[in-house]
């Protein structure tokens, strides 16, 4: 049984036919699980409401108890049935496993061990990281990416795993800081924070670096390449020394960012995306390459005498 079967954006894992939706964290690099959507399989509820008061009622008794299971567990925003996003308890799969002893039911351990499949195939990612270069080859060739588009987000990647391992020997926690240390570089040499980012292009939970163009995903890299590189001559460890060797290396990237566009008379950063286009309701798509017929003119009534 496969631990992932991912819809088109890797947002859906599947559990024996049931969706359990599911969103990754850039800062933490972990996949968070909806737990109700766990619960409604361990409870085979058929309706999600029933599920989710079958939820809150053991996460209050959790609670009481004072187990760790609902401290440890997240509120973020998921995508439900009705299309919209609302914020929806989310665990990690070690924390799903503690939920899930909690709940008596004959699922409970064909879902251990889907969840421990999924940590386990993320360890062999770990060990051996082709198998997730491949894995993510294979998805973006499905979405349509070009491979000269694919080798720079592969290139990109590696200077990027350079720099965390950097971070995470030099007494930067991985997370949080992760993430500060990220922002303040994307925000000197693209001039717009991450977020900003994101919301220029339409995203919500997708991965900024999917929907990168070629050039902004060079000058990331460029960034993230100056910055690691800055940090080892200068041997920087702490926030304090990385926040402004950060800056300096996100400044780099900006300063020939700026020297380009200024030579293409094109900006670098921009709002285009991979995103499928929006479908507009009661309308039909148009053609581009063949223009939508006009209707013929009526003629004018001929008056009478």
Not at 257 to 268: I, N, P
Request: aromatic share 6%.
């Amino acid at each position: 049984m496969s631990a992932e079967n991912s819809n088109s954006d890797d947002r859906i894992a599947i559990f024996e036919g049931h969706a359990i939706r599911r969103v990754y964290d850039e800062a933490e690099e972990i996949w968070f699980f909806s737990v109700i959507d766990v619960v409604q399989v361990l409870t085979q509820q058929p309706d999600y409401q029933t599920a989710r008061k079958y939820w809150n009622k053991l996460k209050e008794r959790l609670s009481k108890e004072g187990s760790e299971s609902v401290t440890t567990c997240h509120r973020l925003k998921l995508t439900a049935a009705d299309g919209k996003q609302y914020l929806t308890d989310v665990a990690n799969a070690e924390t799903l496993l503690r939920i899930v002893q909690s709940v008596p039911s004959h699922k409970a351990e064909p879902i251990k061990l889907w969840l421990a499949k999924v940590g386990y195939e993320r360890m062999q990612e770990m060990a051996d990281p082709a198998r997730s270069l491949d894995r993510a080859r294979e998805t973006w060739q499905k979405h349509g990416r070009s491979e000269k588009w694919i080798q720079q987000r592969m290139m990109g990647q590696e200077t990027r795993n350079k720099l965390t391992d950097y971070w995470a020997t030099h007494e930067i926690k991985k997370g949080e800081e992760f993430a500060i240390l990220t922002n303040i570089i994307h925000r000197e040499w693209a001039e717009v924070s991450v977020q900003a980012h994101k919301g220029m292009k339409g995203l919500k939970t997708q991965n900024l670096r999917d929907h990168m163009s070629e050039a902004e995903l060079i000058f990331t890299a460029l960034a993230e390449l100056s910055t690691r590189q800055i940090a080892e001559s200068v041997e920087a460890k702490g926030m304090v020394e990385n926040k402004s060797v950060a800056k300096t290396g996100g400044g780099i990237a900006r300063k020939a960012r700026l020297d380009l566009e200024a030579r293409t008379g094109q900006k670098v950063v921009s709002s285009e995306s991979y995103l499928p286009p929006m479908k507009t309701k009661g309308t039909l798509p148009v053609n581009p390459a063949k223009p939508a017929a006009k209707k013929p003119a009526k003629k004018p009534r001929s008056k009478k005498t």
